[in-house]
């Protein structure tokens, strides 16, 4: 049988789709527009969209599991027409706002919220991965480390655990391969505490510059960002990061846990990656 990886050009839906295939499994990708994926030879496409029932019924003929992101709008009917399809697992890519305390009246949370309660009423066995601040993130910075060795952060002490999408497409493949986490929640983080300011030093080490924090104000801070972030996800990222301030972010072993290694640090995910974040 098949595994449905939805998302597969996303951070972590491509590193999935990448272990899968080299371990030989039989994969179908899918995407609005599927002749924008790049895929290894052999891997099929498919047109998928999340909000589109229409496009339900195909992606998901002769698919055994699933590889989702978290997408309200359709999700009763995706749902559906899995069970009708025969689907015997679900993993959902879901996120760390389910911890808040009111997660009804934080958008990021009530988002994934409703996409999770879903799965779990539908009957059909899932995993839940509920994954923190990504390491990836760090690219918000990348545009003024090509320009300069000064960056602007709203919030610069807040503390965030960040972790590397390699862990988070680790434990998807275990739970997309194997039964040991049916029907399990699991919060992933990356293993240590950080402020934005310590990364942006960790960063600037791995570089070798040394990097200049300017701290903006929340409204400077929204002023800055509202031109790319959407106003709901943006009111609910600057709760989270004001909270944060000079609070320790929880840790989880999960990850290595799981995969039985330990999970990979900032450090790790910004040597690998420093290159990219100014080229």
């Known amino acids: 049988m098949t595994i449905l990886v939805t998302g597969a050009r996303g951070n972590v839906g491509r590193r999935v789709l990448q272990r899968l295939y080299a371990a030989g499994h039989s994969l179908r990708a899918s995407g609005r527009n599927p002749a924008e994926l790049d895929v290894p030879e052999g891997v099929e496409t498919v047109a998928l969209d999340l909000n589109d029932p229409e496009t339900f019924v195909a992606a998901l003929a002769g698919v055994s599991k699933v590889l989702l992101y978290a997408e309200p709008e359709g999700i009763n009917a995706f749902l559906d027409v899995a069970d009708k399809a025969g689907v015997e697992h679900i993993v959902l890519l879901s996120s760390d706002t389910l911890y808040l305390d009111d997660v009804e009246s934080d958008p990021l949370a009530h988002h994934h919220k409703i996409v999770e ?3 779990i009423s539908s009957g059909l066995p899932y995993t839940i991965l509920r994954p923190g601040a990504f390491c990836t993130n760090a690219f918000l910075w990348s545009h003024a480390l090509k320009a300069g060795d000064t960056i602007d952060q709203v919030f610069a002490e807040s503390q965030v655990a960040p972790i590397h999408e390699d862990d988070i497409a680790d434990v998807a493949v275990v739970a997309l391969t194997e039964k040991t986490l049916e029907n399990e929640i699991l919060h992933l983080t ?8 310590r990364e942006l030093e960790i960063i600037g080490e791995v570089l070798g510059r040394d990097i200049v924090v300017n701290d903006l104000t929340r409204e400077e801070g929204h002023a800055a960002m509202s031109p790319f972030v959407e ?6 990222l600057l709760n989270q990061w004001e909270t ?3 609070v320790t972010a929880v840790t989880s072993a999960t990850a290595e846990r799981i995969t039985g290694k330990p999970a990979r640090t900032f450090r790790e995910w910004a040597e690998e990656y420093a290159q990219y974040l100014v080229a």
Do not use: K, N, Q, Y
Request: charged share 25%; proline share 5%; hydrophobic share 40%.
């Open 190 to 197: 990356g293993p240590e505490s950080l402020t934005f300011r």
């Open 231 to 236: 106003a709901d996800i943006l009111r609910s």
């Open 117 to 119: 309660d879903a799965l």
């Open 244 to 246: 944060g301030v000079g």
